[in-house]
């Protein structure tokens, strides 16, 4: 909250215009999620790691879609049904604290914004059944959101002990071998936001500072110094 826009978003957001302010730049990113996907009223969306679940409120209040929003965090979850109820889309937007893989039911639109780089190479199997599954077979539509890398490399080890736990963001490739292509999955779209998430970095890196000294009150100075490092 310190150091995010105000709906809580933690991927890369999308700069319509290079001085947009970081709230404008997350609604941009959330519609430009949407209009890749073509969503539609009525349509029936799942979506895996929702965070704190503006994308979810987001196609179910402008878009007029379904939205069933999965994540294993309990707090996240508590706090994305709160703002449903209080903006009145408790009816359009279910969010179920559990796994990914436990998506049951069928589906018009899969889509996960920063999580397969939490999901690990050796679930992508998983992960590829769950979109077969879940997804309709006449024309289902889904987006995949990650960091990824040029070339295939471990995770820099003070990242990946310090900021993300057990990460690893794939190559394009090792995502095309691993869940589109085994899966069926019919590549339409491709984009790389990386300089997009270079400015969201400045903006999180500019509130942080802004909020250091209340951050540091609250998680002490080694915690100062690893989010500084890694914003930086
Ligand atoms: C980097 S956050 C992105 C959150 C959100 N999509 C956004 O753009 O701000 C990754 C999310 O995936 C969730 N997540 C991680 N592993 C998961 C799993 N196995 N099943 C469901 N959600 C998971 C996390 O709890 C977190 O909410």
């Not at 196609?59 to 903006?87: C, D, L, P, W």
Request: aromatic fraction near 10%; charged fraction near 30%.
């Amino acid at each position: 909250r310190l150091w995010l826009d105000e709906q809580l978003l933690y991927t890369c957001a999308y700069f319509p215009v290079p001085d947009a302010t970081l709230e404008r730049a997350q609604v941009a990113k959330m519609d430009h999620v949407c209009r890749k996907l073509r969503l539609r009223p009525g349509d029936r969306v799942v979506e895996a790691g929702c965070g704190w679940g503006a994308l979810a409120l987001h196609m179910a209040r402008h878009y007029g879609a379904e939205v069933k929003a999965f994540n294993i965090s309990t707090e996240q979850i508590r706090y994305g049904r709160e703002r449903a109820r209080a903006e009145g889309l408790a009816g359009r937007v279910e969010f179920v604290e559990d796994d990914y893989r436990n998506i049951q039911g069928r589906f018009d639109v899969f889509v996960s914004v920063g999580m397969l780089e939490h999901v690990g190479k050796e679930k992508y199997a998983a992960l590829r059944e769950v979109i077969a599954r879940c997804l309709r077979q006449d024309g289902g539509r889904g987006l995949l959101h990650f960091i990824g890398r040029d070339r295939v490399r471990p995770l820099n080890a003070w990242i990946r002990r310090r900021i993300f736990p057990g990460a690893y963001p794939p190559t394009l490739r090792e995502a095309l071998e691993g869940i589109f292509e085994p899966g069926g999955l019919s590549v339409v779209d491709d984009e790389n936001l990386r300089l997009h998430y270079a400015r969201t970095l400045e903006h999180w890196l500019g509130r942080f500072e802004g909020a250091v000294e209340q951050v540091r009150s609250m998680f002490g100075e080694r915690f100062v110094r690893a989010w500084r490092l890694y914003l930086a």
